[in-house]
C-alpha cells in the first residue's frame, strides 16, 4: 500500500512492464532520511522494486548509478523516463555534473539501453549528454532546469512550423526546464525536443510556459482514447500536480487546474492489470515519523484511478483494485483502514483519539470545506471543493491519511499522533460508529524505517 526501500526514501519514479510475464518494475531515485537535500550526495542512483498488481512492491537493490569521474552524470543522477525499444528498452535520464559557483546544479539529458524489458542491464549511450539546454529559450548555468525527460511516439506529421522535422517515426521528448524569457520565480516551463532516432535531438521552444510557476516538475505525456493528450506536472510550490490538455502533441494546450492534492506529486499514468489507466505518485514523510520533523522525500502511494470524461477536467478516483486489500468490516480500532461517510450538513469524523481520549486526529466537512486536524485541533491540511459533497471515503494507512469526495481524491494529509479508535461522526450533536473495513499491509513485518508508521510506541 505504501513502498520505500529498506532505510530509504523515495522521491521521482518509472513503470516498465515486462511483456514476458506482466511484471511491473518501478526506477525510483532514492537516498537518505533528511530534510536537507545535497544535490550531489542525495540521489546517486536508481533502486529497482518489482510488482504483479501496482500494490505489493519488492526491493530488488539497485539498478543504475552515477558515471565515471569527468563526465556529465558524474556527481547525480535524477529522474528517468524508460521505454520499449526494439526487443530490449531504452532509458532517457537526468545527469548532474556539479554545481555552479553559486550552488545550482548542472543538468543535462542523457540515455542508456538495455536488452531487457525488466529495468535491468542498462549500459550508457556514449559518455556525454544527448540533449541539453538551448540558451534561445531556456536558462543555462544559474537557475537552470533541464531535467525529468518524459519521451513519447511524436504525432506530428512533417514539421513543426519552424523547419525542424517531427514527423510521423518520430519522437518528442518534454522536460522540465526555466523559460529565460520569465522571471526566475516563474520560468517553469515544459521544454520540447524531438528526434528521429532517439539519439540526436533538436530543442525547439517551450511546449507549455503558464508564466506564473516556479517549477514545472516530472512532466508526462499521455495519449487518450480520442487521439488527444493530456500532460501531468508537478508544481514545485504548491507540492502537488495539475493537468493540461490538447487535441495534438503541438497544442493548443488548456490548463485544467490541480489533479493531486498538495503531498501527492511526481505521478505516471500506467495501465493497471485490469486495462484501466492509473496513476501512481509520491507522498513525503516527515523527519523522526513525528508531527514536529520537517517533511522530507516519501514514499510511493497507492493506485488512483485517471478519470478522463470529454470536456471535463481529468480527476483521479478510487481504484477498485485496492478492493482486494480490505478486510471485512469492523467497529474495532484499526490503524490502517478504509471508512464511508454520509455527509447531511456539518460532519466531524475522530479517527484516532488521544490517551486522555480526546480527538488526535479528525476530518471535516461542511459542505464545499474540507478539512483534516491532528491535536487540539492542529490544522493538518484543507481544501474547498467546487461542489457541496455527499459523502466521503477516508483511507488511512499508518501516518498518511487521503480523502475522497463523492469519489475523487481531494486532500492529503500526515500526522503521527493518537491511537486507532472506533471512528466516530458527529453532525447536529448526534454521534454514530462509522464501520471501517481494515487494510491487509502487503509487509505488516517489515521494521525498518521505511516500513509503514505502525503507531505511537508502547511503553
Given at each position: ?93 537526468t545527469g548532474v555534473s556539479g554545481l555552479t559557483p553559486d550552488g545550482w546544479p548542472l543538468q543535462s539529458v542523457g540515455l542508456a539501453y ?14 556525454g549528454p544527448v540533449v541539453e539546454a538551448d540558451p534561445r529559450w531556456y536558462r543555462t548555468g544559474e537557475r537552470m532546469g533541464w531535467r ?312
Amino acid at each position: 500500500m505504501r513502498y520505500a526501500p529498506p532505510g530509504l526514501c523515495v522521491n521521482d519514479f518509472a513503470v516498465l512492464r515486462d511483456d514476458a510475464d506482466g511484471t511491473y518494475a518501478v526506477l525510483h531515485l532514492q537516498g537518505p532520511w533528511t530534510a536537507e537535500f545535497d544535490h550531489l550526495r542525495m540521489e546517486t542512483s536508481f533502486g529497482r522494486a518489482t510488482s504483479t498488481d501496482l500494490v505489493a512492491w519488492q526491493p530488488q537493490g539497485t539498478a543504475f548509478g552515477v558515471g565515471l569521474p569527468g563526465r556529465f552524470d558524474q556527481q547525480a543522477v535524477w529522474t528517468m523516463h524508460p521505454l520499449r525499444h526494439g526487443d530490449g528498452s531504452a532509458m532517457f535520464y537526468t545527469g548532474v555534473s556539479g554545481l555552479t559557483p553559486d550552488g545550482w546544479p548542472l543538468q543535462s539529458v542523457g540515455l542508456a539501453y538495455s536488452d531487457r524489458t525488466d529495468g535491468t542491464g542498462w549500459r550508457r549511450h556514449g559518455t556525454g549528454p544527448v540533449v541539453e539546454a538551448d540558451p534561445r529559450w531556456y536558462r543555462t548555468g544559474e537557475r537552470m532546469g533541464w531535467r525529468d525527460p518524459f519521451v513519447v511516439r511524436d504525432d506530428a506529421d512533417g514539421t513543426d512550423g519552424t523547419g525542424e522535422s517531427g514527423g510521423a517515426g518520430g519522437w518528442a521528448m518534454v522536460i522540465c526546464a526555466s523559460d529565460a524569457s520569465l522571471p526566475v520565480e516563474v520560468s517553469g516551463c515544459v521544454a520540447l525536443a524531438t528526434s528521429t532516432d532517439l539519439e540526436h535531438w533538436t530543442v525547439h521552444p517551450p511546449l507549455i510556459s503558464p508564466g506564473d510557476v516556479d517549477e514545472l516538475e516530472c512532466p508526462v505525456l499521455e495519449r487518450l482514447d480520442d487521439g488527444g493528450w493530456l500532460l501531468l506536472g508537478s508544481i514545485g510550490a504548491t507540492r502537488g500536480f495539475e493537468s493540461w490538455t490538447a487535441p495534438a502533441l503541438r497544442g493548443p494546450w488548456t490548463r485544467r487546474g490541480p489533479l493531486g492534492p498538495t503531498g501527492s506529486y511526481a505521478p505516471r499514468v500506467v495501465a493497471a492489470p485490469d486495462g484501466t489507466r492509473v496513476v501512481l505518485h509520491t507522498t513525503p514523510r516527515q523527519v523522526g515519523l513525528t508531527d514536529t520533523g520537517e517533511r522530507c522525500r516519501g514514499m510511493l502511494a497507492q493506485p488512483k484511478s485517471l478519470v478522463v470524461d470529454g470536456d471535463s477536467a481529468p480527476r483521479l478516483e478510487w481504484w477498485s483494485g485496492l478492493d482486494a486489500w480490505l478486510l471485512p468490516e469492523t467497529t474495532e480500532p484499526a490503524p490502517h483502514a478504509v471508512g464511508d461517510i454520509d455527509v447531511a450538513g456539518r460532519v466531524e469524523v475522530t479517527l484516532r483519539t488521544g490517551d486522555d481520549g480526546s480527538p488526535a486526529l479528525v476530518v471535516g466537512c461542511d459542505g464545499k470545506n474540507l478539512w483534516i486536524t491532528g491535536p487540539t485541533g492542529t490544522p493538518l491540511g484543507e481544501t474547498v471543493l467546487p461542489e457541496p459533497a455527499t459523502a466521503l471515503r477516508v483511507l488511512t494507512v499508518g501516518e498518511y491519511v487521503e480523502v475522497y469526495a463523492d469519489g475523487v481524491f481531494v486532500l492529503t494529509a500526515l500526522c503521527y499522533s493518537g491511537r486507532p479508535a472506533p471512528w466516530t461522526a458527529v453532525t447536529d450533536g448526534h454521534t454514530r460508529t462509522v464501520p471501517v473495513r481494515p487494510v491487509r499491509l502487503p509487509d505488516p513485518d517489515r521494521d525498518d524505517a521505511s516500513a509503514v508508521w505502525p503507531g505511537p510506541a508502547t511503553s
